[in-house]
């Protein structure tokens, strides 16, 4: 149980466009969702937490217009990152909170974006 | 002073040997701690919620003092499997989670 599922798992895009990624909960319904980012050899830095039906919060120096959520149900949050750069390439996993459940989180397996 | 903070190691033992990581938490009042472990280029994976009372699971035993603000994380007869590294999460009242940057550890064959 407790299943959660990131795609793509990785993917390359040019300067300038966006790529949409997709975190959904397989078999259990979450109320919130969190966005990480991870750069190589560096701890997981959390960049948002999306409740479902509102707007996302996002972390201090996390541009929102930059790296838009949406959480539109209880099993599905994406993450869209607009106007990719190089400097945006990273590891992004996201993770997810049972509606019953305790304070656990379970990752997806990540996404790995490589801006060229 | 960050909210979490833990060693990175990073800790090389041979396999067979006991080993301990401890995390220390800056929030007093800090509701439920956990364990992660994440493999190389790999999403983290819950390893154990950490009870009051302290909890084992296998060879792995969790022990929370809140006195002094830290969690703990022992392994006994350590694999070539344990090596990975270990993160440890605090979860706090107002629903923040904040995560240590992680222990490293390699088991030597």
């Known amino acids: 149980g407790a299943v959660v599922s990131q795609h793509p798992s990785w993917v390359i895009c040019k300067s300038g466009t966006s790529v949409k990624i997709e975190c959904r909960s397989l078999d259990f319904q979450a109320t919130t969702m969190f966005w990480y980012r991870q750069f190589p050899k560096q701890s997981l830095m959390l960049m948002a937490t999306?409740?479902?039906?509102?707007?996302?919060?996002?972390e201090q120096g996390v541009e929102k217009d930059k790296f838009l959520i949406n959480h539109a149900s209880l099993t599905l949050s994406t993450l869209t990152v607009t106007s990719a750069h190089p400097e945006d390439s990273s590891f992004y996993i996201c993770?997810?909170?049972?509606?019953?459940?305790?304070?656990?989180?379970?990752f997806g397996p990540g996404t790995r974006l490589t801006v060229t | 002073r960050k909210e979490v903070e833990q060693d990175p190691g990073p800790f090389n033992v041979p396999e067979g040997a006991t080993v301990a990581f401890n995390c220390t938490y800056s929030n007093s009042a800090s509701q439920s701690f956990f364990w992660y472990r994440q493999d190389c280029r790999k999403e983290p994976k819950l390893l154990m919620s950490?009870?009051?009372s302290g909890n084992e699971d296998g060879s792995f035993t969790a022990q929370l003092n809140r006195a002094s603000q830290y969690i703990s994380l022992l392994i006994r007869d350590s694999k070539l499997s344990d090596s990975a590294t270990y993160l440890c999460v605090v979860h706090t009242t107002g629903n923040q989670f904040y995560f240590g940057t992680g222990t490293s550890l390699t088991v030597i064959p």
């Open positions: 999306s409740n479902e039906g509102s707007k996302a919060t996002y």
């Open positions: 993770s997810a909170r049972e509606v019953s459940g305790g304070y656990e989180q379970y």
């Open positions: 950490v009870y009051s």
